[in-house]
């Protein structure tokens, strides 16, 4: 049982284009269990965890922190080499997204209770950064903290003169051995908030302070931290943080059930049964493929998700699917490949 006597604080864990994972926490915190973030006393973040950690306490709307993810995924996506392409800026889509979308006095909410996890070039020191002047002093810092060196260029950006790169280098799990924090992770491990994978593997890798079990799933998450998948992908990774979520609330008496929720009553039965039967492999993999080959797979009943998140992934992968159907208008017909001689061309209808 969670002790919350005496202050407690989140802790978001570095995990790249994983982050849709923190906004599937995010939105069950918010809708099931508010108090645990207006009541933290502090909101740690590193990388893709600083991120949330920023949107929680400035008070920026979940649903459009949601769909940027996506945008983000796409934009990486469409290119041959992803986001290793020389086209694609992370760094400038992440700050156009903060730009847009963190309030104007974002810098003021999150003083004193944001605390953001850079490491410093020069010696390779973690330091954590919670005051912050403006909301563009408040965006440097994310993007420092979120600079992965060669992967999202090859100069550092710099914070109040000094540069600094990716903070789950150095502390990818800020204050996680203070008995007070909750910690939130996309792997499957020993925090709090986590996937539970069915392993035998006793095996663990302690990478910066986050507790990293190694079996397959983690494997597979690790490949997608920096390479995204497909939307279908990140909306199932955004629907396990939010039952992961549900299951540390219910496991730890801290439910709100009072509070008004976000979304329609109907939605949350699954949400609340979900967790009492654990998905096999094979069902999971069964599932997997009957919600690839639908169309409109975000109101799939499986994705027991608040509705503002539903529309934040249909608006997402709406873009993704205009973009892609776009491309294709342009591409000759696979006439020429062997095996396609008798097949027409593939044609985009428009609606």
Same mark, same amino acid.
């Given at each position: 049982?969670?002790?919350?006597?005496?202050?407690?604080?989140? @802790?978001?864990?570095?995990?790249?284009?994983?982050?849709?994972?923190?906004?599937?926490?995010?939105?069950?915190?918010?809708?099931?269990?508010?108090?645990?973030?207006?009541?933290?006393?502090?909101?740690?973040?590193?990388?893709?965890?600083?991120?949330?950690?920023?949107?929680?306490?400035?008070?920026?709307?979940?649903? /459009?922190?949601?769909?940027?993810?996506?945008?983000?995924?796409?934009?990486?996506?469409?290119?041959?080499?992803?986001?290793?392409?020389?086209?694609?800026?992370?760094?400038?889509?992440?700050? @156009?997204?903060?730009?847009?979308?963190?309030?104007?006095?974002?810098?003021?909410?999150?003083?004193?209770?944001?605390?953001?996890?850079?490491?410093?070039?020069?010696?390779?020191?973690?330091?954590?950064?919670?005051?912050?002047?403006? /909301?563009?002093?408040?965006?440097?810092?994310?993007?420092?903290?979120?600079?992965?060196?060669?992967?999202?260029?090859?100069?550092?950006?710099?914070?109040?003169?000094?540069?600094?790169?990716?903070?789950?280098?150095?502390?990818?799990?800020?204050?996680?051995?203070?008995?007070?924090?909750?910690?939130?992770?996309?792997?499957?491990?020993?925090?709090?908030?986590? $996937?539970?994978?069915? @392993?035998?593997?006793?095996?663990?890798?302690?990478?910066?302070?986050?507790?990293?079990?190694?079996?397959?799933?983690?494997?597979?998450?690790?490949?997608?931290?920096?390479?995204?998948?497909?939307?279908?992908?990140?909306?199932?990774?955004?629907?396990?943080?939010?039952?992961?979520? &549900?299951?540390?609330?219910?496991?730890?008496?801290?439910?709100?059930?009072?509070?008004?929720?976000?979304? =329609?009553?109907?939605?949350?039965?699954?949400? @609340?049964?979900?967790?009492?039967?654990?998905?096999?492999?094979?069902?999971?993999?069964?599932?997997? &493929?009957?919600?690839?080959? /639908?169309?409109?797979?975000?109101?799939?009943?499986?994705?027991?998700? =608040?509705?503002?998140?539903?529309?934040?992934?249909?608006?997402?992968?709406?873009?993704?699917? &205009?973009?892609?159907?776009?491309?294709?208008?342009?591409? $000759?017909?696979?006439?020429?490949?062997?095996?396609?001689?008798?097949? =027409?061309?593939?044609?985009?209808?428009? $609606?």
């Amino acid at each position: 049982m969670f002790d919350l006597n005496g202050g407690w604080n989140l @802790s978001f864990a570095g995990c790249g284009f994983l982050g849709i994972y923190h906004i599937g926490v995010a939105s069950c915190l918010v809708e099931k269990a508010p108090y645990l973030i207006k009541g933290a006393t502090k909101l740690y973040g590193a990388s893709a965890g600083a991120l949330t950690a920023s949107m929680l306490a400035s008070q920026a709307p979940i649903a /459009k922190c949601c769909e940027d993810v996506l945008e983000v995924a796409r934009e990486a996506r469409k290119r041959n080499l992803g986001p290793l392409h020389p086209s694609f800026n992370l760094v400038k889509v992440i700050k @156009s997204g903060l730009n847009r979308d963190l309030p104007s006095d974002a810098h003021v909410l999150a003083s004193g209770r944001l605390c953001v996890s850079l490491t410093r070039v020069s010696d390779g020191e973690n330091v954590l950064v919670s005051e912050f002047t403006s /909301k563009e002093e408040l965006i440097q810092a994310l993007i420092c903290s979120c600079f992965i060196p060669v992967y999202c260029g090859l100069i550092p950006p710099s914070f109040r003169g000094v540069r600094y790169v990716d903070g789950g280098i150095s502390d990818n799990l800020p204050q996680s051995e203070l008995k007070n924090t909750i910690t939130i992770s996309p792997f499957s491990g020993e925090s709090d908030i986590c $996937p539970r994978d069915n @392993s035998t593997s006793f095996h663990e890798l302690r990478f910066t302070n986050t507790s990293i079990q190694m079996n397959l799933g983690n494997m597979y998450r690790l490949s997608r931290a920096l390479f995204p998948p497909e939307p279908k992908v990140l909306a199932e990774m955004c629907q396990s943080g939010y039952k992961d979520a &549900l299951r540390f609330l219910e496991e730890n008496d801290l439910l709100m059930l009072q509070h008004p929720t976000a979304g =329609p009553a109907p939605p949350e039965m699954p949400a @609340s049964c979900c967790c009492k039967h654990t998905e096999t492999t094979k069902e999971w993999v069964l599932r997997r &493929l009957r919600l690839l080959h /639908k169309q409109h797979w975000w109101m799939d009943e499986q994705l027991a998700l =608040p509705t503002p998140i539903k529309k934040g992934l249909w608006s997402g992968s709406q873009r993704c699917q &205009l973009m892609c159907a776009h491309c294709s208008m342009w591409q $000759p017909a696979c006439t020429d490949r062997p095996g396609r001689e008798n097949q =027409p061309a593939l044609s985009v209808s428009h $609606p």
